[in-house]
């Protein structure tokens, strides 16, 4: 069983920034993706940001690339995710998932295993 918690949540002014952390327990961490993903109240979870195992691929949902970054560190078995130039759009719960099947995909149905997430609140 593989266990994910996210931290690093918070309240921020448009425009300023955060930095999501997820540590997830496991040795075969390195050999997973990591996604991030976020649910507003009233909507669907939504993809945001993937990385592939050894971190070589990222990809972003168009409404986050060029302000996010995920990045991971296996030493760690701790993934990223820098939140830059925020918008009160972006004010979700977000959340981090492990995909333990070496796809790299961003549907949410593909991931394994989920933390409990975390709040981001961004006002304008």
């Known amino acids: 069983q593989v266990q994910v918690v996210e931290s690093g949540g918070g309240l921020v002014q448009a425009g300023g920034s955060l930095r999501l952390s997820c540590a997830a327990s496991g040795r075969a961490f390195s050999s997973y993706t990591m996604g991030w993903f976020r649910q507003a109240p009233g909507k669907e979870r939504e993809f945001v940001a993937a990385?592939?195992?050894?971190?070589?691929?990222?990809y972003y949902a168009d409404s986050v690339k060029g302000r996010f970054t995920i990045s991971r560190d296996n030493a760690k078995n701790t993934v990223y995710l820098q939140m830059n130039s925020l918008k009160p759009e972006d004010t979700a719960v977000y959340y981090c998932a492990a995909e333990s099947g070496w796809v790299f995909t961003t549907t949410p149905a593909r991931y394994d295993y989920w933390g409990q997430g975390t709040q981001v609140t961004v006002s304008s």
């Open positions: 990385v592939s195992w050894v971190g070589g691929s990222t």
